[in-house]
């Protein structure tokens, strides 16, 4: 069998460009962000344990300290950020130099597909060919999600939060295009199926190498309104001894409210409705926390 | 992605791109040694893999747009998404040339869909700035579809 080349042997380009191309692509994305100060993303790997509805929290807290915050929705098949944001609707600025965000009555600068999307119930599709999707669809849609990251004209951030969908697959996507990321906040609920798929997104993102990991863990307990009894949602409490997150930093327990799904459903931020609100306070820790970090004092 | 020439054992130089129809990519290279071209054709799957990673084989004549990739391959884009704001590429910033567009050829514009209209404006603009034309008219507009390969925008 003769013997042919390979890849590498030929130090000589084709002039495809396509290389300088995805580098290129890295470029720009890298030196959009650099006008960005933190880059936090908020994940879990599990779906339904309130991460947008943190995400929207975290960032309206962050923006009433006087931070600049930036949100984007890296959900792009189930978008909510916009909504509870309440920017739904809006239109975005393009211009040469970037597309400009939509800008939430709470002040923070937010990118969702939802503001892409003609009809709000319509499910996300790509052009054609019709067939053929799982060749091609991953690489789409984290070329999309690069752009929502690097061709916003963000401006100059102190944080940009990133809203990742669930699947320990999407954060892999997202830590690919972010090695630099700053801190990822993992959303957990007291449930064993929740802990066993977050404990796969911790082992994810430190094989990573992400320095800063921090639990969140929501729907901790339930405060009946009435009598201030504080029951628990699921479950059994993990012990230290048996947690399946090892030294990972609990960065904020959120006891359940059904007013905080609902009311930031509605694009009101229950942080900002209710301050008060034992969903509230916490979510204020958690603020203080991340405000903390933003501004470099505690790791 | 490289073709090697076996006989003259030599790597072939990228040398035209086509979007001939039907989803087909075609990207012809040329050996440097004895001129043997060879096309490479793709089907519509391999042809949305490439422009999925919003690149474009043999380079593009034009910096990529902001948020094009997402504006070319979404379907039911909200029309009014964007709202245009008068700008050119930074590297066009300051040049001299000012582009004046025809009616006819807004009025071209006109047929694009709002979602990507800007963006295709910024690209026919450039474009005209780089070669130095300075009025849009339809015509030039077909030859800057055609030189920039925008057949399938």
């Known amino acids: 069998m003769r013997k ?11 002039g495809s460009e396509l290389l300088e191309q995805v580098i290129e692509q890295q470029e720009r994305l890298a030196d959009r962000l650099s006008q960005v100060k933190r880059l936090v993303a908020i994940a879990s790997g599990k779906g339904g344990v309130g991460k947008s509805a943190i995400t929207a929290n975290l960032a309206a807290g962050l923006a009433k300290r006087g931070f600049k915050v930036g949100a984007t929705d890296a959900d792009l098949n189930g978008p909510s950020l916009g909504r509870m944001l309440n920017v739904s609707g809006a239109t975005l600025g393009d211009s040469a130099d970037g597309v400009a965000p939509a800008n939430s009555p709470t002040g923070v600068r937010v990118m969702s597909m939802e503001l892409l999307q003609s009809e709000a119930d319509a499910p996300l599709k790509w052009r054609e060919p019709s067939l053929g999707g799982f060749i091609w669809q991953s690489s789409l849609e984290t070329g999309v999600l690069r752009e929502f990251l690097g061709d916003v004209a963000w401006g100059d ?23 630099s990321l700053d801190l990822m906040l993992l959303v957990t609920t007291p449930s064993e199926t929740t802990r066993f798929v977050v404990a796969k997104s911790i082992r994810l993102a430190q094989e990573a190498g992400i320095e800063n990991i921090g639990l969140v863990e929501n729907m901790e307990s339930h405060v009946c309104a009435s009598c201030g009894h504080v029951s628990r949602l699921f479950g059994t409490e993990a012990t230290e001894e048996e947690s399946p997150y090892g030294a990972v930093s609990l960065w904020g327990s959120i006891p359940f409210d059904p007013r905080l799904g609902a009311s930031t459903d509605e694009g009101h931020p229950l942080i900002n409705v209710d301050p008060a609100a034992a969903a509230s306070v916490a979510l204020q820790a958690l603020v203080e926390r991340v405000s903390e970090h933003i501004k470099g004092g505690v790791q | 992605m490289k073709f090697l020439c076996i006989p003259c054992d030599a790597v072939m130089d990228f040398a035209e791109r086509q979007i001939p129809g039907d989803g087909t990519l075609a990207a012809v290279f040329e050996c440097g040694s004895c001129n043997m071209e060879v096309a490479m054709l793709t089907n519509p799957m391999e042809t949305q893999l490439v422009s999925s990673m919003g690149v474009k084989i043999g380079g593009r004549e034009v910096p990529a747009q902001p948020m094009e990739l997402s504006r070319t391959s979404m379907e039911g884009g909200k029309e009014d998404a964007f709202e245009t ?31 990507v ?12 700035q780089q070669n130095g034309v300075s009025e849009m008219t339809p015509v030039i507009m077909d030859r800057a579809r055609t030189e920039l390969g925008l057949e399938d925008m």
Do not use: C
């Open chain 1, 4 to 14: 042919i080349r390979t890849y590498q042997d030929v130090s000589h380009g084709t």
């Open chain 1, 157 to 179: 951030l102190d944080v940009l939060l990133i809203d990742v969908p669930p699947g320990t697959d999407k954060i892999k996507r997202l830590l690919e295009l972010l090695p």
């Open chain 2, 85 to 115: 704001t008068e700008s050119v590429a930074p590297e066009n910033q300051g040049h001299p040339l000012r582009v004046a567009w025809t009616s006819e050829a807004v009025g071209r514009l006109d047929n694009v869909p709002s979602f």
């Open chain 2, 117 to 128: 209209r800007g963006m295709v404006k910024r690209i026919y603009t450039d474009w005209a």
